[in-house]
């Protein structure tokens, strides 16, 4: 099936850092949404983005629709603690048809605290 | 205001037994969507709702699995003669649907099924 290659896999985060993370697929997709989830929750909505080159921003998170429109990339500035846990990036091929449909999913990549 | 709900949050099974997971969208949200997540993995997409219908069901994994939405809101999931293989988290999602050119997709805290 389809694939989303997201990275890191895991990282370790100190407080005030800014983090990167990012999902390539061989595939086009016309939506791109990242998610965060906590353990024991379902994913919570952070960005939605819609047009190949669109930069948008959620508070302290950045994110883009790559123009190629086979990447997205999230950046968090000024990491504090609650951002830890595990980002997911999804998004819907542009084949599918249509502006609704299922989503697919990177494999998430893990914020923890630096020890 | 109420987001998606899912019932129960945990289901303990026995091998060969069925079970009923139970979603409650986002109230006027047209559009709705079960995934399943394995541990350390993505939610993997199941099966879609447009209105009472299914308009993609492709996820499905065999005919063991099936769906329904008879009025439009609520949506049941069902499994048949359960294996240990099935145990996962059961995610739901809503979205506004077709009136909507964004798929902004919302979820519910999942049903954690245990098929022992």
């Known amino acids: 099936g389809q694939q989303l290659n997201q990275s890191p896999q895991s990282m370790f985060i100190q407080e005030g850092e800014d983090v990167s993370m990012n999902c390539t697929s061989s595939?086009?997709?016309?939506?791109w949404l990242w998610y965060k989830q906590d353990p024991g929750e379902g994913p919570v909505l952070l960005i939605a983005?819609?047009?190949?080159?669109e930069l948008t921003s959620n508070g302290r998170l950045t994110a883009q629709f790559g123009i190629t429109r086979k990447d997205s990339f999230l950046n968090i500035s000024a990491s504090i603690p609650s951002d830890v846990g595990i980002y997911f990036c999804?998004?819907?091929?542009?084949?599918?048809?249509?502006?609704?449909?299922?989503?697919?999913f990177g494999k998430g990549t893990k914020l923890s605290v630096k020890p | 205001g109420a987001g998606v709900s899912q019932t129960p949050s945990n289901k303990v099974t026995e091998k060969g037994k069925y079970v009923e997971l139970r979603c409650d969208p986002i109230?006027?949200?047209?559009?709705l969507y079960w995934y399943r997540q394995s541990l350390g993995q993505g939610p993997e997409f199941l099966i879609y709702?447009?209105?009472?219908?299914?308009?993609?069901d492709s996820g499905l994994p065999n005919d063991r699995f099936f769906a329904v939405r008879p009025e439009g809101s609520v949506s049941t999931l069902k499994i048949q003669r359960t294996e240990r293989g099935d145990s996962a988290v059961y995610l739901c999602?809503?979205?506004?649907?077709?009136?909507?050119?964004?798929?902004?997709?919302?979820f519910g805290p999942g049903t954690r099924l245990t098929v022992l």
């Open positions: 999602a809503s979205s506004p649907g077709s009136q909507s050119t964004y798929n902004e997709q919302f």
């Open positions: 595939s086009i997709f016309n939506t």
């Open positions: 983005l819609y047009k190949a080159g």
């Open positions: 999804a998004g819907q091929l542009a084949d599918y048809g249509g502006s609704q449909g299922n989503l697919i």
């Open positions: 109230s006027g949200h047209t559009a």
């Open positions: 709702f447009q209105g009472t219908g299914a308009a993609d």
